[in-house]
């Protein structure tokens, strides 16, 4: 299996929000990529410029970072060109390596504006090299800028930067240097096209952590009153668990929850609720285990926000009662 490690440089409209804005954010300028063996070694490179359809002049954040001149993506060729030619240098069968989740979501935005075959008919794994070298070399989750992780780790500067070859280039030297079996293991996954059916989600486990892609729900409130969604499963004897912690928000955008394997302790789970491009709700789930002292912590915080969200129902119903008073006595 080889790597393909790819960059894009993109650029978006003078102001945003207009018509074009809406369904092509940013439009990719350029693809640049290196292929690797599965010893990491290069084995190929690919640059291209894409010849700009959408927007025609560039955006004054693109002109500061991207060193192209307008002249310059003219020469280039139309976009569902240089896909073509990337997808033949991907070959049949690869791994997606980048520098942060988002350029494949715009490569993927960008074939489906040319109506191009999607890169996938469901998630799939990559590697977020970016993730990973935090991971890596300081411990925890981060988001370095790349010139940052080509300096720290003493990486020969001899390609320009925010150009979409020598920023591929670097991500893969920077991935080279990836060498944790655990952390090797640790994939993303992109969801730019959610699991059609329920029998088609997606169940990964991780050292450490296990994730659950669903399929599309109508809403947040069909979400996480699915029953796989708010279950949870032990992953070492794989029983269903009781809560001991109930599922609740700390603000609408995830949901939490503790349940207990007599066996193997106490297991946490983030229910992340995400929308498509198209408006649909799906969810992410990740669930790993955690100390006593955690599931305190967790308690404490839904009993707070639950005592909290008392409160507040007690004001409004006192203010109520206050003003419908007032009524009665103007009456
Ligand atoms: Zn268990």
Redesign the pocket.
Known sequence: MNYVVFDLEWNQPMKPGDEEACALPFEIIEVGAVLLNEDRQIIGEFSEIVKPNVYHRINIYTKEIVNLQMKELRKGKPFPEVMDRFMKFCGEDCIFCTWGPGDLVELQRNMKYYDLPPLSDGPFRYYDVQKMFSLEFEGHKGARALDYAVEFLNIQKSEAFHRAYGDAYYTAKIFEKITSPEILEKFSYDTYHIPQKRNEEVYASFPGYSKYISRGFRDKTEAIHDREVISSR??????R?KKCVRTFTPGGKYYLNVAV?????Y?KSKIRIKKTDEGTTYVVKTQRFVTEDEVAQIAGKRAHIHEVKRMKEELAKRKAGKSRQKKEENE
Not at 234 to 239: I, T
Not at 261 to 265: A, D, L, N, Q, V
Request: glycine share 8%; proline share 8%; aromatic share 0%.
């Open positions: 032990c992953p070492v004897c794989n029983n668990l394997c007599e066996e193997h302790g297991l």
